[in-house]
């Protein structure tokens, strides 16, 4: 053997080495993973049987039975989503997730605390058994687990769809019509002025809204087009909902319109923060679109121009303050109302991110208590956390400006600040810090 092929050999037994050391090390790594989901899982639901026993006795009794219980549970929930900086329905929904991982799926749970599996082989597990009635539920877990155990989670899903589809004991007609009433529209903002646009309808529906975008993007290709496939199926859907066209528009018109001429048949009612150097024409900063964030100064003003109804919010640039707000009535309480809600943005509950405009007013300090209706007493809150406000162990003071101050039941002190309606405050350290809330010990 040659001197390189010995060191050839060297090099790769040492290679080998060290890839079972990487190897063995991630393995232990992943297990421990396991180990703590399932700790984390028997602690949520332990977590949930504590605070259906104390609803009675912790929720006011002008509450019926069934809301005393919801209420004590969402109160449980909110105390943990503020002690880890998690969103609310995160908590809830990793809850119930719990709870049937726990009592309806013990040998499932038991594989995960041994490291056997990991979480998301049983999030799967637990995603697909919450469609199945009691009656099947046994045979699908005897028959999933094993699958779990030996082959990846993304092969697991598409066995456990197979499993669930083959031991469900109720008929997939049934389960269709059920299904249908979920059908819905969801809105996703994203980076960069995009946003996402989710369409949870029938199979049929959505395969054919796929084949029409696709013949109407590969037609528009035929034509010469320029843009991908990708872009032009997307171009193509717009056109679709938003302008109009039509099938046969695209057979006698082949090149699909674009994004910009498909926005010109939008006629929303539109509120946009400027900041007052955008509008003199001397800055390029970002405007701000209610519900959605940072756009371009191009688009706002394309979307001014078509919208029936504008309120244009004129901020200053360096401190964000109200400036103006476009007014076309003078009555107090409508003034009122719009300016709290301008001021606060989101439900002024810590870790809340519901949208100022679905969310009530609340007085800070009530009403029968002698409490006024200005700006410096109102702030928003959304239905669950106005109604939690009120619960024993729950309190929160708004300050005159907006900001707020939580004490849940643990005792601990939420702090937050509302986000200025500035368009940079996104790239604003000092703004960022000032728009966050932290955690401390209440004294």
């Not at 528009?220 to 679709?240: E, F, I, M, P, V």
């Not at 009120?390 to 600040?417: A, F």
């Amino acid at each position: 053997m040659t001197e390189s092929t010995t060191s050839a050999v060297r090099a790769g037994d040492e290679y080998a080495a060290q890839l079972a050391e990487f190897s063995d090390e991630y393995a232990e790594i992943c297990r421990q993973q396991a180990v703590l989901a399932a700790r984390a899982a028997r602690l949520l639901a332990r977590s949930a049987a504590y605070a259906d026993a104390l609803a009675d006795s912790v929720v006011p009794a002008v509450y019926p039975p069934a809301e005393r219980q919801a209420l004590s549970r969402r109160s449980t929930c909110a105390a943990l989503a503020m002690a880890t900086r998690t969103p609310e329905q995160t908590v809830q929904r990793a809850t119930n997730d719990a709870e049937r991982l726990v009592n309806e799926a013990p040998a499932v749970l038991a594989s995960l605390e041994a490291g056997r599996i990991s979480a998301r082989h049983a999030q799967t597990i637990i995603d697909q058994l919450c469609d199945v009635p009691a009656a099947g539920r046994a045979a699908f877990l005897e028959a999933a687990l094993p699958v779990a155990e030996e082959t990846t989670n993304a092969n697991l899903r598409k066995r456990a769809r197979v499993l669930r589809e083959r031991l469900h004991p109720e008929s997939i007609t049934a389960r269709t019509i059920r299904s249908e009433a979920d059908r819905r529209v969801e809105f996703e903002p994203a980076a960069d002025g995009m946003a996402w646009v989710h369409l949870f309808t029938t199979a049929p529906i959505a395969q054919g809204i796929v084949e029409r975008v696709e013949a109407a993007a590969a037609e528009s290709r035929k034509a010469g087009d320029a843009r991908t496939c990708g872009q032009l199926q997307a171009d193509a859907l717009a056109a679709l909902a938003l302008a109009g066209v039509t099938p046969e528009d695209v057979m006698s018109n082949r090149v699909l319109p674009h994004p910009i001429e498909v926005q010109e048949h939008i006629k929303p009612t539109v509120q946009i923060t400027v900041p007052a150097l955008s509008m003199a024409g001397v800055s390029d900063a970002p405007a701000t679109l209610d519900g959605y964030g940072p756009i371009d100064p191009e688009t706002a003003a394309r979307l001014a121009v078509n919208a029936p109804s504008l309120t244009r919010i004129l901020v200053q640039p360096e401190t964000g303050a109200v400036l103006s707000v476009g007014r076309k009535q003078y009555r107090v309480p409508a003034d009122l109302q719009r300016a709290v809600r301008l001021r606060d943005g989101t439900c002024r509950a810590p870790g809340c991110g519901r949208r100022a405009r679905a969310c009530d007013l609340d007085h800070s300090v009530a009403w029968e208590d002698g409490g006024t209706t200005d700006v410096g007493n109102l702030a928003c809150l959304c239905r669950h956390h106005h109604r939690m406000k009120h619960l024993p162990g729950w309190n929160l003071e708004h300050g005159p400006v907006g900001s707020s101050t939580g004490r849940h039941p643990t005792g601990n002190i939420i702090g937050r600040n509302p986000i200025p309606h500035r368009s940079d405050h996104l790239r604003s350290p000092s703004v960022s810090e000032g728009s966050s809330w932290a955690l401390r010990q209440a004294q």
